[in-house]
């Protein structure tokens, strides 16, 4: 039987028959400050749970998925979160330092105010996700960040290449020695590439100008 405790009270949030968390599946739960340091949640399943002041440090969440969630001031630090689902979900104030979140997908979710220094975050998905956080230092390479909110989000020493930050908003954003190699910036062209009005003198341009549909 596995036992799920408060990280300070030590009060115990949920039992469970199994052996192991390993693919359980766990819905509508209010776990709010459980301790999951260290423990292997790999494919398990939190879906519309209260996971407020968790610690997932260290845990390993390897093809799991929290969707659907309020995920406030929890700590994922050094946790493996390879090929996660983290959609649809409230993280704001969340620590992901140094975890290994490769290929996870964070569609839709809120993660502001929150810390990802020097996270891997290879190939993740970011669509239309708010990101007003801090990933200083943190890897990006390839990051899918259509439609994403970056405002004021720290970039600083950050591996952006190739990364998609088409229809971005990145008001006030900081990236500052961060390496855009090959990025595609907000604009659909390659970072720094400015689309530039067609010319008047161009004879397509006077074309369409004096053109009338009748």
């Known amino acids: 039987m596995v036992q799920i405790r408060h990280k ?45 002041d ?13 969707e659907n969630s309020v995920v406030k001031r929890a700590n994922f630090s050094r946790a493996n979160l390879q090929r996660a689902s983290l959609v649809n979900s409230v993280f704001e104030g969340s620590k992901f330092i140094s975890c290994i979140a490769t290929d996870a997908c964070f569609r839709h979710s809120k993660i502001n105010r929150a810390s990802l220094a020097g996270g ?35 970039f600083s020493n950050a591996d952006l290449r190739g990364a998609n930050m088409t229809d971005a908003v990145i008001d006030r954003a900081n990236f500052l020695s961060a390496n855009m190699t090959g990025s595609i910036g907000t604009n659909g062209r390659p970072w720094g590439v400015a689309i530039k009005n067609p010319s008047v003198s161009s004879r397509w341009w006077k074309v369409w100008q004096g053109s009338s549909v009748s």
């Open 120 to 154: 891997d975050f290879t190939d993740c998905n970011f669509v239309f996700a708010e990101l007003r956080s801090n990933f200083r230092g943190a890897s990006l390479v390839s990051a899918n960040l259509f439609g994403a909110d970056l405002t004021e989000a720290d």
């Open 54 to 66: 968790c610690d997932f440090s260290g845990s390993n969440l390897q093809n799991a998925s929290i």
């Open 8 to 52: 300070s009270s030590g009060k115990v949030l949920l039992k469970a028959r199994n052996a192991s968390l390993r693919g359980c599946t766990l819905t509508g739960h209010d776990l709010s400050g459980a301790e999951f340091n260290g423990f292997d949640l790999s494919g398990c399943q939190f879906e519309g749970c209260n996971l407020c």
